[in-house]
């Protein structure tokens, strides 16, 4: 049986770039297949246990190296593990990672990278400063501090960039509207997306309304996707359902009777 957990982010200068830290960890030997739905923000995953395979289709897969993220995506991925699961991650806010990475994250967009391809050596100073810990409080008190030493807190977007993510991220703003309201141009826009989240403000928006949907499926008793597909502006019940299962894979009556996505298991705050 898997075990979840999260924990706040301690330090005081990770508080606006971190949402939290999870643990996923079995008692005893599991297999797991379970879907990652796409989100706007991205996990740095601290794998002590078993290989992660991610699989794109039937094609492609992807054995992941012990820290790495999942770039920004605009489908599911299938995640599989076998063995005594113990999987640390840190969940980043949309513009949280960029002053780690110094990279845009549109340069990762449907990618599965391993921490070291950009930061050299996490990986070894990782596994050295955890060597001597044992609970898992401990391990992320560790991880925290390595994470806050490899920041860069001068690339730590402006408030003003903050303000306009939250500000779009609170209603389905035609984007045209978003930028005639707010006073940006609409290229700029499509740049301080790109850099700091990694996708469009189009696909950003299509991808929260994505989650709040999910969100009032698993939460709310609905037989009627007609009055959920208006409820999320959609033109008709087809349309949302042609949306979400290009998102997720499934349709909304198969996500139902099949629950199993890593995101229903660490639902964000």
Known sequence: MLQVCRHPARNPLLKSIIKYFWVIESESIISISHKLLPVNNVDIIFNLSSPIEYITDEQNSTNSTRIHFNGPR???????????????????????????????????????????????TFTDEIQDTISEVHTNAEVIKKIEKVIAESIDFSLIPDRDVFELVRIFNSEDYCISDFCEEYGINQRRLERIFKKYIGVSPKLFQRVNRLNRIINQLQNEDLDNLALCAYDHNYTDQSHFIKDFKAFTGSTPTEFLNKPGSVKQIITPY
């Open 74 to 120: 605009d489908k599911c991925v299938i995640i599989r593990q076998t063995g005594k699961l113990r999987v640390f991650g840190a969940s980043f806010y949309p513009t949280g990672l960029f002053p780690m990475l110094n990279t845009p994250l549109k340069e990762f967009t449907g990618r599965t990278v391993g921490i070291d391809e950009i930061t050299g």
